[in-house]
């Protein structure tokens, strides 16, 4: 069965603008969470959805923000985008929410703030 | 969240068995021992998870110590293909997110 599908792989985008990136989980899965990867912090949890719903959300500012649809497709964005925002975004989806079982990762979209 | 201690780096002649450690000493009794490993510019890919027990799937085994205060993660026979950074991640049921360390960078060399 298909893959974590991210869109698009790459970006770039100009300081102050907005962006949106996509995920679809594999087809049965219900939770979707995304990861931002840094060569300075390494892997950072966002936020995670479940059923449309954010069930969890890590230390990030509110620029970031993210939704689910009612298929599970999920969407991140981010505002005002700054320097320190370019980075590999890392969408992940499992079956039940992430502590129960393991998460499938997406190859990523690379973001480029210039 | 348990804190987890990984070599920052390893070699693995090709063919050989690959043994990765992770001390996890403060690890809760409810928490699983998870292991990912992510290939350069790819996200990262599941490998195996176990609580006590010892196990094996046909990627990789997982060996855990009778205190759980440390596991093992074996790749069999590795290959070129297995040169990743691996991570050793303890994790909780319910609602807990991943909580990536900085890993081991295993580098297989032919």
């Known amino acids: 069965k298909a893959g974590v599908t991210q869109t698009p792989r790459y970006l770039i985008k100009t300081r102050g603008q907005q962006v949106t990136l996509s995920c679809s989980p594999i087809?049965?899965?219900?939770?979707v969470s995304w990861y931002q990867q840094t060569p300075g912090q390494g892997l950072q949890f966002l936020f995670e959805?479940?059923?449309?719903?954010?069930?969890n959300k890590g230390n990030f500012p509110g620029r970031f923000s993210g939704r689910q649809f009612s298929n599970s497709r999920s969407e991140m964005n981010v505002s005002t985008l700054e320097l320190g925002d370019s980075a590999l975004y890392l969408c992940?989806?499992?079956?039940?929410?992430?502590?129960?079982?393991?998460?499938?990762f997406g190859q990523g979209t690379r973001l480029t703030v210039v | 969240d348990a804190k987890t201690t990984q070599p920052t780096s390893m070699d693995c002649a090709e063919g050989r068995a690959a043994n990765l450690p992770c001390n996890h000493s403060?690890?809760?009794?409810?928490?699983?021992v998870y292991w990912y490993r992510q290939i350069h510019s790819q996200g990262p890919q599941y490998i195996i998870h176990?609580?006590?027990n010892n196990e094996t799937n046909e990627m990789a085994s997982l060996i855990i110590t009778e205190d759980r205060k440390s596991s093992t993660l074996i790749l069999p026979h590795a290959t070129l293909r297995d040169t990743a950074v691996y991570y050793c991640i303890p994790r909780g049921g319910g609602n807990t997110p991943l909580v990536f360390g900085k890993g081991t960078r295993l580098s297989v060399i032919a």
């Open positions: 403060t690890i809760s009794g409810n928490e699983y």
């Open positions: 959805y479940f059923s449309e719903t954010q069930r």
């Open positions: 176990g609580l006590k």
């Open positions: 992940a989806s499992s079956w039940g929410l992430q502590g129960g079982t393991e998460a499938f």
């Open positions: 087809s049965g899965h219900r939770s």
